[in-house]
């Protein structure tokens, strides 16, 4: 089918759902991206004569494979491994490895799909993948998710190299597992590269990289309030889960003199209707990053936090939110919710928090409303930056990583506002970073005839 008119997105989203039946999430996140495109597509007869929207939504390659490993009681567990090589038109492949329940073929094209125009948005050579496991390393001993992780890597060793295909981590692959995956991929090839990372500091890490999708959601909504002349100080922010993600938007937030009043993990939320001071979120951290607890034991151990077991942050009343947990948590009338309770900005440290109809709802209220391939692109930028110190083996310092991804989401937000800008001077930022994503990939795609 070759894309002729802006008014063709059932059909192309009909075709899209008989080539992945049952993709829910894939299909979701194609269809957020080709309503933006279709139109802008249709103006260029170059992207719709080499079909490439259509060639977008086909990956690269799919690399299904089982993980075999003994747990400590001496049994034999089995799990499924994927790596998604979604399209490497402008750099090798870069995204993360997810080790969770959740974790489905589906999911991975979806994540694998948006950090196409993601890595194209920081400016950087990277292409988009993603991988994972339907693993849980939630109650699993250090030895436990060691052997899990080697198994996994004498599959995925072969399909990853820094030139082909960089890996990093996401939910449940943090430094531990980044550790123990770099370890064995070095031992199987004999190489000390920039395979993965996310790795530890002593052997290539990158400062900042943990705080960096955190710091950047913060940095794209500072961004965005400044092109207003406003700033985040004062402003009451929700924040939903606990992870490094919700836990460094807390931290820039906070230092950014904002009132940062939610945490949630799957149990349920807590909120300080006063905000968190800093004794709190270290407080948090500790029991989050090194105790690995609930965090409705915070509640427990300070008065003025409560904790809503079962609930969302999104019936509190505040002006700013940032989704940080995972991919759809907010749906119409979460979003709906959300606007009564005063929220006016939205900046997603998640992968595709919001719902279609939640987005529609943000867009028709006109709140400064930021995809998370436009917002979470910190994490994957300070990605990069370590793929650099590694190329060229050296160490930035903390101060020169930030500056650096301070400039890049700088950079991100304009390039939204020159493709998003509206005739009354407003901002679709959904559209803004569908195109500006978009339009690299494909004058490289065109560039390279049919490959």
């Known amino acids: ?50 079909r490439i929207l259509d060639r977008l939504t086909e990956p690269d390659r799919v690399v299904s494979f089982r993980i075999t490993w003994e747990d400590d009681k001496g049994d034999v567990q089995i799990n499924r491994g994927f790596r998604v090589q979604f399209n490497n038109t402008i750099g090798p492949y ?28 920081t400016g950087l050579p990277m292409g988009g993948g993603k991988g994972g496991s339907d693993f849980d390393p939630k109650g699993k001993s250090d030895r436990e998710v060691m052997r899990f992780c080697q198994s996994f890597m004498t599959e995925l060793f072969r399909h990853v190299g820094e030139d082909t295909d960089v890996p990093a981590g996401d939910i449940g692959v943090g430094a ?18 920039g395979v993965l990372t996310g790795k530890g500091l002593s052997f290539g890490g990158s ?9 950047g959601a913060v940095y ?32 820039k937030l906070m ?15 807590i909120h300080a209707p006063c905000g968190f001071s800093e004794v709190q979120l270290a407080w948090i951290k500790n029991l989050k990053e090194v105790r690995r607890g609930r965090i409705s034991e915070a509640a427990e151990h300070f008065d003025d936090i409560e904790y809503l077991e079962g609930d969302t942050p999104w019936g509190l009343e505040a002006d700013c939110a940032f989704p940080c947990a995972t991919q759809n948590e907010i749906d119409g009338d979460a979003a709906r919710s959300m ?68 400039r890049i989401m700088a950079q991100i937000h304009d ?16 559209r803004g970073a569908n195109v500006a994503g978009f339009v690299k990939v494909a004058d490289a795609m065109v560039a390279y005839g049919l490959v």
């Open 220 to 251: 794209f909504a500072r961004e965005m309030l400044t092109r207003r002349n406003e700033t985040l100080s004062g402003r009451r922010c929700l924040i939903s889960g606990s992870g490094n993600v919700a836990l460094y938007a807390a931290e």
């Open 415 to 430: 390039k939204c506002v020159q493709y998003g800008e509206r005739p009354d001077g407003s901002i679709d930022y959904v």
């Open 94 to 121: 870069k995204g993360g490895l997810r080790f969770h329940p959740s974790v489905t073929l589906s999911v991975l094209k979806f994540l694998a799909f948006e950090q196409i125009f993601k890595n194209s948005l």
């Open 207 to 215: 400062l900042i990289r943990t705080e960096a999708t955190g710091y």
């Open 1 to 50: 089918m070759t894309v002729t008119a802006p008014n063709d997105l059932e059909t192309f989203m009909d075709n899209v759902r008989r080539r992945n039946p049952g993709e829910l999430e894939f299909q979701q996140a194609v269809e957020e991206v080709v309503e933006s495109l279709l139109p802008f597509v249709a103006d260029n007869e170059a992207y719709a004569k080499a």
């Open 255 to 269: 230092q950014s003199e904002a009132e940062v009043i939610s945490l949630s993990d799957s149990g349920g939320t």
């Open 176 to 193: 531990r597992e980044i550790g123990y995956l770099f370890g064995h991929y070095k031992r199987l090839t004999n190489r000390h590269t």
């Open 339 to 406: 606007t009564k309770c005063g929220v006016r900005l939205v900046s997603e440290g998640a992968n595709m928090p919001t719902m279609n109809e939640g987005v529609h709802h943000f867009l028709s209220q006109e709140v400064l409303y930021a995809p998370g391939k436009a917002a979470n692109a910190g994490g994957v930028a300070v990605s990069g930056l370590e793929q650099s110190q590694n190329s060229q083996r050296i160490h930035w310092e903390r101060d020169e990583v930030d500056q650096r991804l301070q």
